[in-house]
């Protein structure tokens, strides 16, 4: 497998409204890789999410802060721009998403799936599956579109089924803290909307043929990953296990956006390890260029070799 092509593609004025236009423009872009097994893999952009640092390095003890960031080539300082990779795969007649993106309402830096997927020939009734790593705004809002159809008309629609339990329960919205209150809300209309477009899947599934559902709990509840093929010949594809490279050098730390952060900690040296010892390319949602490397031991920890 080899990275095939890389494209870079500005979005024209005309598909920003002046009333809507962000302060720096947003591109759609594809990173494509492809197997010998006739397996087609793109790393397919939804644009982007910012975050104060203080917020996104929240859990970095201060005092460790900006030496960790700085061996990573990050200004401790600066915006964090967490990118937005969903995986489009494609073999024989499938057209798979690995989440939907964030659609039209969640920030204005987001919501570009639609025009990376044009990029590359695909529109979204050619969509056959849609997979769900969980239930978070910008991976699931984009299911639906401006007029809160489906917006993968032909797609079956599939979840976890402790992440759709967890987000369909009505208890949840009180749960859940004052600052995800609206991620539960969104969530929870965004699955009464599909209702019984929306299957389950449990951990060990083999959802599609050489795609098996792996339990990977801690960010959300009921967080997924996905096996696709062999290591030699597949990808992993890891959704928020590992939203930063922060993460691969201090795997035991929380991330600001996980709701179980030591539970995800365990979750994510558990999977980081697998994925070194096993040889696995992955796909991380929130990564740099795409997203798509492979995880190497360093020293008592890991880093990301990027393929980009
Ligand atoms: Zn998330």
Do not use: C
Not at 104 to 130: C, N, Y
Not at 131 to 156: N, R
């Amino acid at each position: 497998m080899q990275i095939a092509r890389r494209l870079f593609l500005t979005r024209t004025a005309a598909l920003i409204s002046a009333a809507a236009l962000p302060l720096a423009p947003l591109r759609g872009w594809a990173v494509t890789t492809m197997t010998a097994g006739g397996l087609r893999i793109d790393s397919v952009s939804d644009g982007h999410i910012e975050f104060p640092p203080d917020f996104a390095f929240a859990m970095i003890p201060k005092g460790e802060r900006a030496d960790l960031l700085r061996g990573l080539d990050i200004d401790p300082a600066a915006v964090v721009r967490s990118p937005l990779n969903i995986t489009l795969l494609r073999q024989g007649d499938r057209v798979v998403l690995f989440d939907a993106g964030s659609g039209p309402d969640f920030v204005p830096t987001a919501g570009t799936l639609v025009e990376g997927l044009s990029a590359i020939g695909v529109a979204p009734g050619d969509v056959t599956d849609v997979i769900f790593t969980h239930g978070h705004p910008d991976h699931l809002w984009g299911v639906l579109d401006d007029f809160d159809e489906p917006l993968f008309p032909s797609a079956a629609h599939r979840m976890g089924q402790v992440e759709f339990d967890y987000w369909t329960d009505p208890a949840t919205i009180d749960a859940i803290g004052a600052e995800r209150q609206s991620f539960a809300a969104g969530a929870m209309r965004r699955l009464t909307a599909l209702g019984q477009r929306m299957d389950r899947f449990g951990d060990g599934d083999e959802i599609l043929p050489g795609i098996r559902a792996v339990m990977t709990p801690g960010h959300t509840p009921g967080h997924m990953s996905f096996q696709i093929g062999t290591p030699a010949e597949g990808l992993f594809v890891t959704g928020d296990v590992v939203t930063m490279l922060a993460g691969f050098a201090r795997p035991d730390l929380g991330a600001a956006t996980d709701h179980d952060p030591a539970l995800a900690a365990q979750t994510r040296a558990a999977l980081l390890a697998r994925l070194a010892d096993e040889g696995w390319r992955m796909l991380g949602y929130h990564l740099p260029d795409g997203g798509i490397g492979r995880v190497r031991r360093d020293g008592g920890a890991f880093s990301f070799d990027s393929e980009a």
